[in-house]
């Protein structure tokens, strides 16, 4: 299994500001995937973040908007930038061991 | 391009009643896995069960049980004895073998009635 942590749990932010969430793994992994998840909707990757090298954005996601970073093999960030209401979403992050996708506890971000 | 279906956006079920939500899927490849997640309001999500294409056996994890049907690309499931607990959003996920991404459905929302 895999032990994610995720912060904050939730926040709320003005227009205009960013925000830097963060997963914790509890051991090393290769490959971590940020994901949102609009209000009643399934998920929507992001990018996968890989160490030591750019995150591969999905189509719709660039880089500017959502930079991410990936230190080391445990550890990961995703900044929502210059945020609007339509970034209002629950966002999550998640690792991949043997088979199962393990999910950090979102974060439940609403921007006024 | 794989594609993940959920034809029911809510059910709902008499406690200890049994209901199965439904998923198909379409995709060319012969070797993939399927996955039932869970995510109740506290919003973590939860493997609830999970099958690998090459198993002709259909997954049972106690009262959760898949009908995996290869040749219709047909993966429902079951929930026996339902509880309260059960109550969440379901989720039917698609993955290729040789990638870790995960392809979602659009979700079922589960209702248990007392």
Redesign the interface.
């Known amino acids: 299994s895999a032990v994610i942590s995720q912060k904050p749990s939730r926040d709320i932010c003005q227009r205009g500001t960013s925000l830097t969430i963060q997963c914790q793994v509890d051991s090393q992994v290769t490959m971590m995937f940020w994901y949102r998840q609009q209000p009643g909707q399934s998920l929507t990757l992001i990018a996968t973040a890989n160490q030591g090298s750019e995150a591969t954005y999905e189509s719709g996601f660039v880089i500017d908007k959502f930079p991410i970073s990936r230190p080391n093999l445990t550890f990961s960030t995703l900044t929502v930038s210059n945020m609007s209401p339509e970034d209002s979403s629950i966002y999550l992050c998640s690792v991949v061991r043997q088979v199962e996708a393990f999910f950090g506890q979102g974060t439940r971000l609403t921007v006024v | 391009a794989q594609t993940v279906t959920q034809s029911q956006p809510e059910m709902s079920v008499q406690e200890a009643e049994t209901v199965t939500l439904s998923c198909t899927y379409d995709t060319s490849e012969s070797d993939y896995?399927l996955?039932w997640y869970k995510q109740p309001p506290?919003?973590?999500?939860i493997?609830v069960i999970?099958q690998?294409a090459y198993k002709q056996q259909n997954a049972t994890e106690n009262r959760f049980s898949v009908n995996f049907q290869k040749a219709a690309k047909s993966f429902s499931l079951k929930i026996s004895d339902s509880q309260l607990g059960d109550a969440a959003m379901y989720?039917c996920?698609y993955?290729r073998d040789s990638n870790?991404?995960?392809i979602?459905?659009?979700?079922t929302k589960l209702i248990i009635k007392p």
């Open positions: 896995y996955f506290s919003r973590q999500m493997l999970r690998e989720f996920a993955r870790y991404q995960l979602w459905g659009a979700g």
